[in-house]
Nanobody, 124 residues
Framework: VQLQASGGGSVQAGDSLRLSCVAS????????IAWFRQAPGKEREFVGA????????YYSDSVRGRFTISRDNSKNTVQMQMNGLKPEDTAVYFC??????????????????WGQGTQVTVSS
């Protein structure tokens, strides 16, 4: 599976962005697709994930209620709508694919495939 993330940009606090992750390859629908982010000097941080069905989504406490993940298996695409952006959301955002058990869904080492990252910069 190859992943391509896009949609980042530079915005003001309170603005919105929509990130997309497009996958090539087989069995896309069988993977958990997660978003992680990494700010300069910080470790990679779990943002959210979606299991096979969009009814099963998971978010970090820092983004819950502001970010929404959806997936379209027919288009091999996962999107993350980010509303109410804050300066602390500034980071490179990565999408990743894997098959973690639920208790490990936030663990980046559980994901096999990674996109190249897209920069999100939020200014105050």
């Amino acid at each position: 599976v190859q992943l391509q993330a896009s949609g980042g940009g530079s915005v003001q606090a309170g603005d919105s962005l929509r990130l997309s992750c497009v996958a090539s390859g087989d069995s896309f629908g069988s993977y958990v697709i997660a978003w992680f982010r990494q700010a300069p000097g910080k470790e990679r941080e779990f943002v959210g994930a979606v299991r096979r069905s969009t009814s099963s989504t998971y978010y970090s406490d820092s983004v819950r209620g502001r970010f929404t993940i959806s997936r379209d298996n027919s288009k091999n695409t996962v999107q993350m709508q980010m509303n109410g952006l804050k300066p602390e959301d500034t980071a490179v955002y990565f999408c990743a694919a894997g098959r973690p058990i639920l208790s490990a869904i936030t663990t980046h080492s559980m994901y096999y495939y990674w996109g190249q990252g897209t920069q999100v910069t939020v200014s105050s």
